[in-house]
């Protein structure tokens, strides 16, 4: 059930039981109670995968486990009933008749799916005197839920009503094009899985944007001007798109078209799938421009051939030479100005050679991209089929996955250079790997002591238009050299970009070949004890 639906269900639900007393409490079904007013009773249940509450005539009821719940309630007057903001929240404010001690409690519905709860709370002190299920801090870091604690509310699910159009950033989202329902539901305090698909069906229909559609149901919210309606997923505070008006917001045939932990789980796995295929489709982008700007191996070949074939071949400090090929067609070619024309062409051969390795892998990465969005198109199209447990199951595995990334990023504590240039240095085989492989990127710089074994140091550009200085360089150097084990003298440090630098086949973890490297010598004994600074 989405709040929005339950603050169109609360000013009936006053109709029916404010100012009235409770004349009885009890269980009619699993997972709910029953508060009997008059020949008529409130249902409230607290089911993981449909929580709700219906008004309905009396049943058989059985007694409550607690008598705390009938001692408080039974024979108590209803004063208020409130909602927090649109939350998924019911409190209800009886007096009881109780002759002594604290008379106001304060009956807390919450509607949050899988955390579902029903709790009574003493108002005097804010503490839990019954609930229909206890929640430890070992499964709850937020707050524990047991009689005796004292209560507190669940977080907010987002900005509430009168909050949703002031906010510039919502607005920019929900204005674009592709606005999933997660994004919405996220995002709104009380909108879940079905308003939201409703929302963004409704502005499709209307012609106009996500936001505009909101708007029209925050001033519903507001105005607390309701015309619930039956949409075709769930019920709806107001019409959205095709459906039927809902002639009584409490009955109890809404209970099952409530939005199921399924669709729940559905929406949340076909959103990662999302995520994960629009990155990869921008990758594919990325991929296929890099192969359609990138120059023929035949064109730098030709280059080379025609600077050999120049007479005065050794000629120095041209930025560009314009010269006519066998078949009459003009190359300007450009040059380095230190290197002679002889020095270019070899340079020009070099890179033919690199091109080709480059289009050949590039075709590959290519053709796995278009495998992985294939493969994630299937899985969206099979989604709707799995099971509850299935969807669990490859969520769980999802959150697994993250968890250990994000626990691999904190296990690598930088170094802060002069400058503020950063640094890492492995510590062991599995970390020289991780820290080469997987923290360096593209163009950073890579160092390590020649011929001992030692950390692997890689120095992050991070974006900066400025490359480090000799001094940050150095300072890299000195990491690589005391990582190698080497306390005193002269330590040789190689250093290249990580580009260079490749898994040796079929080693062990954190063996590696580079070339194109340079090398400094660090000098230990020279060196101040300072060492850099990590955060």
Request: one cysteine or more.
């Given at each position: ?261 399924k669709d729940d789980r559905l929406d949340l ?110 899985s969206l199209t099979e989604a709707p089929e ?150």
């Amino acid at each position: 059930m989405d709040g929005v639906f339950l603050s169109a269900q609360i000013p009936h639900l006053r109709n029916h039981i404010l100012g009235s007393r409770c004349s009885k409490i009890g269980i009619p079904i699993p997972n709910g109670y029953g508060l009997v007013f008059g020949d008529n009773m409130l249902v409230l249940t607290a089911r993981p995968d449909s929580p709700g509450l219906w008004w309905t005539a009396c049943r058989e009821m059985s007694e409550p486990v607690s008598p705390v719940w009938s001692h408080h309630l039974e024979g108590g007057e209803v004063k208020e009933i409130s909602q927090p903001g649109s939350d998924r929240m019911l409190c209800i404010l009886f007096e009881s008749g109780l002759l002594y001690g604290s008379k106001d409690v304060k009956l807390i519905f919450e509607a949050t799916g899988r955390n579902a709860n029903i709790i009574l709370v003493r108002m005097s002190d804010n503490r839990i005197l019954a609930c229909h299920r206890k929640v430890s801090n070992s499964k709850c870091r937020y707050r524990t839920v047991a009689p005796g604690q004292v209560y507190k509310p669940p977080p907010g699910s987002g900005l509430q009503p009168g909050s949703w159009c002031d906010s510039n950033i919502l607005r920019n989202e929900l204005s674009a094009d592709g606005v999933t329902p997660e994004t919405i539901y996220r995002s709104l305090e009380g909108v879940g899985p079905v308003t939201a698909r409703a929302l963004i069906r409704h502005a499709s229909d209307t012609g106009i944007s996500v936001f505009e559609s909101v708007k029209i149901l925050e001033q519903a919210l507001l105005n607390e001007d309701f015309s619930p309606w039956s949409g075709t997923e769930g019920p709806l505070p107001i019409q959205l798109g095709e459906g039927k008006p809902i002639e009584n917001p409490l009955s109890g045939e809404l209970a099952s078209r409530t939005i199921s932990l399924k669709d729940d789980r559905l929406d949340l796995w076909k959103s990662i799938l999302h995520r994960r295929r629009t990155k990869l489709q921008k990758r594919l982008s990325n991929v296929i421009n890099a192969l359609e700007t990138l120059v023929s191996p035949d064109t730098f070949r030709i280059w080379g051939n025609l600077l050999l074939s120049e007479r005065d071949n050794s000629r120095r400090g041209l930025k560009r030479i314009l010269l006519t090929d066998w078949n009459g067609v003009e190359h300007d070619i450009p040059l380095i100005l230190l290197k002679s024309l002889v020095e270019n062409a070899q340079r020009y051969f070099r890179k033919a050679s690199n091109a080709d390795i480059e289009i050949k892998n590039l075709n590959k990465h290519e053709i796995a991209i278009t495998e992985e969005i294939t493969a994630l198109d299937a899985s969206l199209t099979e989604a709707p089929e799995l099971t509850i447990d299935e969807l669990n199951t490859l969520l769980g595995n999802y959150q697994k996955r993250n968890r250990k990334k994000a626990n691999r990023r904190k296990e690598h504590t930088p170094l802060i250079l002069t400058g503020g240039w950063r640094c890492f240095a492995g510590r062991n085989a599995n970390d020289n790997d991780e820290i080469t492989f997987s923290i360096g990127k593209r163009g950073d710089y890579w160092f390590h002591a020649r011929g001992i074994p030692g950390a692997h140091v890689v120095l992050k550009l991070d974006g900066r238009a400025d490359n480090p200085s000799a001094e940050v360089i150095l300072e890299a150097a000195v990491a690589a050299a005391r990582g190698s084990g080497v306390s005193s003298g002269v330590v040789p440090v190689d250093y290249t970009r990580v580009q260079y630098v490749s898994r040796i086949r079929k080693g062990k973890p954190g063996q590696v070949i580079y070339k194109r490297e340079k090398t400094i010598f660090v000098d230990l004994d020279r060196l101040p004890q300072k060492k850099q600074v990590s955060i």
